[in-house]
């Protein structure tokens, strides 16, 4: 794509950053964060036997509360379902 005058450029590169916008996204992913690491500290004042009923071990759980990515919850679940697929192979 060529352009006429060497000062113009695509429509894309012209739209503005909205400041606040992106301050509101932010926190959005702050307090999800901080829900997502509340769950898992929930989790692990279960005792060990309810944990090995949801296919996960403590281990797991500090894993998980340790992963920095924006979805440990996935991890977690990949665990779970290793689990129950382990478990199923032993009947």
Request: no cysteine.
């Amino acid at each position: 794509m060529a352009y006429l005058l060497s000062g113009e450029r695509p429509t894309a590169a012209a739209v503005p950053v909205h400041p606040l916008r992106t301050f509101a996204r932010w926190l959005a992913e702050i307090r999800a964060a901080r829900a997502r690491r509340r769950s898992l500290l929930s989790l692990l004042e279960l005792d060990s036997s309810r944990l090995d009923d949801l296919g996960v071990n403590r281990h797991d759980l500090f894993e998980a509360l340790h992963d920095h990515s924006r979805n440990p919850g996935a991890a977690l679940s990949q665990r779970r379902a290793n689990s129950s697929r382990r478990w199923l192979d032993r009947r």
